[in-house]
C-alpha cells in the first residue's frame, strides 16, 4: 500500500522508438491476435454446449432427469470458465480471481450429496453467469476473429507486396494484384507499377501500424466479460471482505483484552497485593513499633497513588472519560500534551461523529504520537482533524527523519488493518528525510 503513495516510476524506451512504431513487433500484440484466434474455437465448444445440454435439460424438465442433466451443463460451464481465466491470464495478463465456490446446503432431510450440489448449482448466480459468458462471448469471437485475422493478413500482406510482386506474373499469369475487372476482361486494373506497388505497401504499413491498437480495443471487450462474468460478483466480494473484517476485529479485541489483562495482572494487580502485604505488617508492627508502623503507612498510601495513577492511564487506554464528555478535539489536546515533542492540535468539525469512529480515530491519533514520540526525532508535530464528503480525515505530520513503511506484520501495518475492517484507509507519505504525513479516512456513520 504504501507503494502506491511513493516517488513515481515511469518506465521508457531506451531506442526511443515512439510507441506506434513499436507496437506491432511488441509481444502484447502478438499475444492479443492470438488469444482472438483462440476465442473463436473456445467460443463455437462453449456456445454449443451450453445451449445443447440447456435444451436437453429444459427439455426433460416433464421428467426428473432435466435437473440433473441442467446441473451438468452448469458444471461444464464453470470448468470452462476455468480454462477462459487461464487463457485471459496468460494472454490478457488479466487476473481474475477464482469465484465464489458452490456451497452445498447442509446435510438435513436429503438435501446433501448429489441432489444437494444439483440444488446448489442451480442457485448460483455465478453459475448462471458462466452460462452467459458462453451465449454471449460467442457472437463476440466470431467478430473479434475476422476483424483481427482480415486486418492482420491484409496488412502484411500489403506491406510485403513488393516482395512478393514477382510472382504473380510468374505463377498468376497476371502484372500484379487485380483491383477491379469485368467478365469479359476487357476492363482490368492492376496494381503493377513500382509507384503503385509503393502505396500498396504505404498502405499495408498503416494497416499493420493500427492493428495493434484494434486488438486492444477487440481485447478491452473480452476483459470486460471475463471479469465482469467469469470473475467473484461484487455481493461475493464484499462478503469475503467483511469476513476478512470481522477476522481484523475479533483479533484486535482479543489483543485488547490480552494487553488489558496483562496491564493489570503486572501493574495495578502487583502494587495491590504488594499493598495487602505492608499493610499486614504494618498491623502488626502497630502495637510494637508504632513509628515503623507510620512509615510503613505513608509507604502503602504512595503505593496506592501509583496503583490509582496506573488504573487511570488503564481506563484512559480502553476509553477516555474526556472522549466522552468533551469530544475529540479535547481529547486529541490532551494526547498532544503527554508527546514528548511540541504538537499544534487543529480541529475542524461541525458536530461528532458516531462514538465509534470517534474511538477509532482518538487511538489511531494515539498510536501515531507514540510513533513520533518513539521513532521520528521530530522537532515538532500537527494533527489535523476536519470533515470532507462524509468522511473523517486525520492527518499526523511531523518533521522527523522520515522512513515510515506499511509493510510489515506489526506497527503501521496493523493500524492499517484496523482501519479497514470499519473502510477506513491509511496513506503513509515518508520518504527518507522526511516529512513525514500520515493520513487516515474513515467513515462518518454521525
Given amino acids: 500500500m504504501a507503494s502506491a503513495y511513493g516517488p513515481e516510476t515511469r518506465v521508457e524506451s531506451r531506442s526511443g522508438v515512439p510507441a506506434v512504431l513499436r507496437a506491432p513487433f511488441e509481444g502484447r500484440a502478438w499475444r492479443e491476435f492470438l488469444y482472438l484466434l483462440l476465442s473463436l474455437p473456445m467460443a463455437v465448444v462453449s456456445f454449443t454446449y451450453a445451449i445443447a445440454m440447456l435444451s436437453l435439460g429444459v427439455g426433460l424438465l416433464i421428467t426428473f432427469l432435466g435437473i440433473p442433466v441442467l446441473g451438468v451443463a452448469l458444471a461444464g460451464c464453470r470448468g470452462l470458465g476455468v480454462v477462459e481465466r487461464v487463457r485471459a491470464r496468460a494472454l490478457l495478463r488479466l487476473d481474475v480471481a477464482e469465484p465464489e465456490p458452490v456451497r452445498v446446503a447442509s446435510r438435513k432431510k436429503g438435501s446433501g450429496g448429489v441432489v444437494g450440489w444439483v440444488v446448489a448449482l442451480l442457485k448460483s448466480g455465478t453459475s448462471w453467469r458462466h452460462v452467459l459468458y458462453a451465449i454471449l462471448h460467442f457472437p463476440w469471437a466470431i467478430f473479434g476473429f475476422v476483424v483481427s485475422v482480415t486486418l492482420w493478413t491484409l496488412g502484411w500482406t500489403m506491406l510485403t507486396y513488393p516482395l512478393w510482386k514477382w510472382t504473380l506474373p510468374e505463377y498468376g499469369d497476371q502484372p500484379g494484384i487485380q483491383l477491379y475487372g469485368n467478365e469479359d476482361g476487357t476492363e482490368n486494373i492492376y496494381l503493377e507499377t513500382p509507384l ?224 479497514d475492517a470499519v473502510d477506513g484507509i491509511l496513506v503513509v507519505d515518508s520518504p527518507p528525510g522526511g516529512p513525514t504525513a500520515i493520513t487516515a479516512e474513515l467513515p462518518w456513520r454521525g
Fill in 196 to 419: 503503385e506497388a509503393a502505396l500498396t505497401s504505404a498502405c499495408g504499413a498503416l494497416l499493420v501500424l493500427a492493428s495493434p491498437w484494434l486488438f486492444r480495443g477487440l481485447t478491452a471487450v473480452d476483459r470486460l466479460l471475463v471479469s465482469g462474468l467469469l470473475g467473484p460478483s461484487r455481493l461475493a466480494t464484499r462478503v469475503w471482505e467483511l469476513e476478512s473484517d470481522r477476522g481484523t476485529v475479533v483479533d484486535t479485541a482479543a489483543a485488547d483484552l490480552r494487553r488489558i489483562e496483562r496491564d493489570l495482572h503486572d501493574g495495578a494487580q502487583a502494587r495491590l497485593v504488594a499493598l495487602a502485604m505492608d499493610l499486614g505488617l504494618a498491623k502488626e508492627k502497630l502495637l510494637e513499633d508504632p513509628e515503623a508502623a507510620a512509615r510503613m503507612v505513608d509507604d502503602a498510601h504512595g503505593e496506592v497513588k501509583l496503583a490509582l495513577q496506573e488504573l487511570r492511564d488503564l481506563a484512559r487506554g480502553i476509553h477516555p472519560a474526556i472522549l466522552t464528555d468533551r469530544g475529540l478535539g479535547p481529547a486529541l489536546s490532551a494526547v498532544a500534551a503527554r508527546c514528548t515533542v511540541p504538537v499544534h492540535v487543529m480541529v475542524d468539525l461541525p458536530e461528532r461523529p458516531a462514538p465509534a469512529i470517534e474511538g477509532i480515530a482518538y487511538f489511531t491519533v494515539s498510536e501515531l504520537l507514540q510513533n513520533v514520540s518513539k521513532h521520528s526525532r521530530a522537532h515538532r508535530a500537527t494533527i489535523d482533524v476536519w470533515r470532507a464528503e462524509g468522511r473523517l480525515m486525520l492527518q499526523v505530520t511531523d518533521d522527523g527523519v522520515g522512513g515510515a513503511v506499511l509493510s510489515g506484520g506489526a506497527g503501521l501495518a496493523g493500524l492499517a488493518e484496523r482501519l
